[in-house]
DNA sequence: TTAACTGTACTATTAAGATAGAACACTAAT
DNA sequence: ATTAGTGTTCTATCTTAATAGTACAGTTAA
């Protein structure tokens, strides 16, 4: 399903960024319990090994916890979850505008960029 | 200078970017020679085997070509070098567009992105 | 020819990510 | 106590990125 979408990055990152995605989304709840590491592994196509770094280093952010012999949940911290709605999209910004910049655009290039910006956030909004 | 900046992501793709970026500004003019394999390697701190490598790979995709005992030079396609900077800032608005989507953000917070947005990118407007 | 530059090629080594497989420890329900 | 489900731990192996060091091959100018 989600597969690996950029080769040249760890996949436990790419799943642990994943799974904060899916939980800002509200597809896992507040205090929701995770799938169990075999689990998550068959449907992310990856070694048990794999995710159970991820669980690890997830609740090493305080975004997870886990019961012992129980399973991983979600963090039941609304707050917690909102936050990292706020971190991802402050990362997403900033990189974005460090990309830009970086490409030395002219004035009209950049008007052109904001309305495509606007066009395509607009035009998704149904979607996901 | 350049250094590492996400040591998640391999060095040799990030030096790439970075020779592209340079290109795309003006730093390298078309045609013009780029620092030699040891000289290079030695301004980013990396092994001249990696620099070897990023000019290999940058001659693959036709953006660099080398005269061997001579030296590597940005190509003098003046439109290649324009057509990347257009790749480089429509993968930068895709993976933006793809990122915000995923977070599932209302509407007001969406406006508040693009005024975000607007004020960063007039703002680094004399800057580089 | 020689010297000093270029890029290129090769071997060896280290480190990290990922896989594979097995085993262990805890919890809950039967 | 047993069973089945959790997370956890461990060893071994593979691959790739990166470093280190050396050597080779082409070009240019002295």
Redesign the interface.
């Known amino acids: 399903m989600t597969l690996i979408i950029d080769p ?3 996949i436990y ?1 790419q799943i642990m960024e994943e799974i904060k ?1 899916r939980a ?3 597809h896992y709840p507040p205090g929701s319990q995770l799938p169990s590491v075999r689990e998550m592994a068959q449907e992310m196509g990856v070694n048990p090994n794999t995710i159970a770094r991820v669980y690890t280093e997830l609740e090493r952010e305080g975004f997870v916890f886990t019961r012992r012999g129980q399973g991983s949940y979600i963090t039941d911290n609304a707050r917690r979850i909102e936050r990292e ?1 706020e971190i ?2 402050e990362a ?2 900033k ?3 460090e ?7 002219q ?1 009209s ?2 008007q052109e ?2 309305e ?3 066009k ?3 035009h ?2 149904n ?2």
């Open positions: 040249n990055r760890p990152l995605k800002v989304r509200g709605r991802l999209t997403a910004v990189r974005f505008v990309e830009i910049s970086a490409l030395d655009l004035n290039h950049r960029l904001i495509m910006i606007t395509n956030l607009t998704k909004e979607k996901s």
